[in-house]
């Protein structure tokens, strides 16, 4: 049975047992934990560190994409705090994103930016199929929502806030670009729990439920169980034989693995 993938996000920076390896990458050493979680073989990550030490602009993405891929992991599940631009997505609800819009910069972005050069086609960043999975394993998930991804690590004004709901922005995060992104440049297909920990700037003066670094982490504190269960039910129901869309060609990918790993 393929190995799916699992990113772990805030709050998420240990979740099965198993052989802890270092694996080498063109992009330095990533910690990978295999194992087996939701009935079958998993490569397990945390995006901050098992101590949430990483913050988010300085995540090692490509490295970590490149050590999924090279692991042979076709479809990816994971886990992301968001805070809530719109009253429907209420703090502690669930939801699955369907878009991404990319407020960050600085970051290495892309595989194709050297000796080769590839266009990813990325009108639809999660995959459908991976999604489908996810909703019916969450029903009580909101099926659809635009996530807004800032640089951070600082949150956002009010008046960036504005223009990112004014954009069709309902979610708000640090991490999803250009992770989600640079798994599709190596053929393999993401979708995203996201757990609303907070309201951002706050609906009104003195909401409680206003963003800070201590109420994120509270938040998913107290969800940990019910997100590890969820995500257990999304990875035991990725599809048998499951193949990421063709959005890239497979010689570029093995373009990209061939390159000399650094140790
Ligand atoms: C600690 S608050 C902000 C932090 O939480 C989110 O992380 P992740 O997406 O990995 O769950 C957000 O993007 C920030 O990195
Ligand atoms: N309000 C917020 N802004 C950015 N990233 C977040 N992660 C969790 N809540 C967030």
Do not use: K
């Not at 805030?10 to 694996?23: F, Q, V």
């Not at 590890?228 to 010689?251: F, H, T």
């Not at 570029?252 to 390159?259: C, D, G, N, P, S």
Request: aromatic share 6%; glycine share 8%; proline share 7%.
């Amino acid at each position: 049975m393929e190995m799916v993938g699992i990113v772990g996000g805030t709050g998420l920076g240990s979740l099965i047992e198993g052989e802890e390896r270092e694996h080498a990458t063109p992009y330095g050493p990533v910690r990978v934990t295999l194992g087996r979680f939701g009935g079958r073989p998993v490569a397990f990550l945390a995006r901050h560190g098992a101590a949430h030490t990483v913050t988010p602009h300085r995540i090692p993405a490509r490295a970590n994409l490149w050590a999924f891929a090279d692991l042979g992991v076709r479809a990816i599940v994971s886990t992301a705090a968001v805070g809530s631009l719109r009253a429907e997505h209420a703090p502690e609800s669930w939801a699955i994103p369907d878009q991404l819009l990319d407020r960050t910069y600085g970051r290495a972005d892309t595989f194709y930016d050297g000796d080769l050069v590839r266009h990813l086609p990325f009108a639809d960043p999660f995959c459908p199929v991976l999604r489908r999975t996810a909703i019916s394993a969450v029903p009580d998930a909101a099926a659809r929502a635009c996530v807004a991804v800032i640089q951070g690590p600082r949150f956002s004004t009010r008046a960036e806030a504005d223009v990112l709901r004014g954009a069709g922005a309902d979610l708000v995060n640090m991490t999803l670009c250009p992770e989600v992104a640079l798994a599709a440049e190596l053929g393999m297909g993401t979708v995203t729990l996201c757990l609303v920990t907070d309201t951002d700037t706050g609906r009104d003066e003195g909401d409680p439920d206003a963003v800070t670094a201590d109420l994120v982490f509270r938040r998913l504190a107290d969800a940990r169980p019910r997100m590890a269960a969820a995500l257990e039910r999304i990875v035991s129901a990725v599809p048998a034989g499951y193949a990421p869309r063709p959005l890239i060609d497979d010689e570029a990918i093995a373009h990209v693995l061939a390159r000399p790993v650094m140790r």
